[in-house]
T-cell receptor, first 117, second 112 residues
Framework: NAGVMQNPRHLVRRRGQEARLRCSPM?????VYWYRQLPEEGLKFMVY????????ESGMPKERFSAEFPKEGPSILRIQQVVRGDSAAYFC???????????????FGPGTRLTVT | GQSLEQPSEVTAVEGAIVQINCTYQ??????LSWYQQHDGGAPTFLSY????GLEETGRFSSFLSRSDSYGYLLLQELQMKDSASYFC?????????????FGKGTHLIIQP
């Protein structure tokens, strides 16, 4: 059973360009979360999505950042007009559609390391 | 808001036992999770405590005291491969959100 997949693993963008990060959740998982991690820091929650719905985007910057999880295909985190401060590791996680404690087990992908030059 | 406090670094000897503490401040507490992350790797789920007490999974155990807003992760029979960062996390506030708020992590150094 494949785990959470993210691509690309490394992405270099110049200031002002757009970055698109993709995430395919584990098979059978319908909940997707995006997190950002700066060096020597914990992960910061950005957005929580289910298929075709944004459930909670309270951690998402108000401008330049958007996320989607279409009916078909991977979840996409899009950063427009990137700036140097966007350089970070972006992790996607998924969890199964069950109730109880297992719902809080989040399975993380390998991350996308974004470097803005 | 949410905040979690954990030591930035802990050093222990191979074969020993180590405890990593976590205190938290949060509204609407749902449970405390622990994750392991090796350098350059993805966080890996270790445990989840919703109720007071100790949960044991092999060499790792996790404890929660809701009245003290405190938990810890206990690692026994330490192995060199346990060298990693360990994060405690709580579910984010309000609105049914399931996103996690993480502490800054504890870097565990294992010495031979």
């Amino acid at each position: 059973n494949a785990g959470v997949m993210q691509n690309p693993r490394h992405l270099v963008r110049r200031r002002g360009q757009e970055a698109r990060l993709r995430c395919s959740p584990m098979k059978g998982h319908s909940h997707v979360y995006w997190y950002r991690q700066l060096p020597e820091e914990g992960l910061k929650f950005m957005v929580y999505l289910q298929k075709e719905n944004i459930i909670d985007e309270s951690g998402m910057p108000k401008e330049r950042f958007s996320a989607e999880f279409p009916k078909e295909g991977p979840s996409i985190l899009r950063i427009q007009q990137v700036v140097r401060g966007d350089s970070a590791a972006y992790f996607c996680a998924s969890s199964p559609p069950v109730f109880g404690a297992r719902r809080y087990e989040q399975y993380f992908g390998p991350g996308t390391r974004l470097t803005v030059t | 808001g949410q905040s979690l406090e954990q030591p930035s670094e802990v050093t222990a000897v191979e074969g020993a036992i180590v405890q990593i503490n976590c205190t938290y401040q949060t509204s609407g507490f749902y449970g405390l999770s622990w994750y392991q992350q090796h350098d350059g790797g993805a966080p890996t789920f270790l445990s989840y405590n919703a109720l007071d007490g100790l949960e044991e999974t092999g060499r790792f155990s996790s404890f929660l005291s809701r009245s003290d807003s405190y938990g810890y992760l206990l690692l026994q029979e330490l192995q060199m491969k346990d060298s990693a960062s360990y994060f405690c996390a709580v579910r984010s506030s309000g609105g049914g959100a399931d996103g996690l708020t993480f502490g800054k992590g504890t870097h565990l150094i294992i010495q031979p």
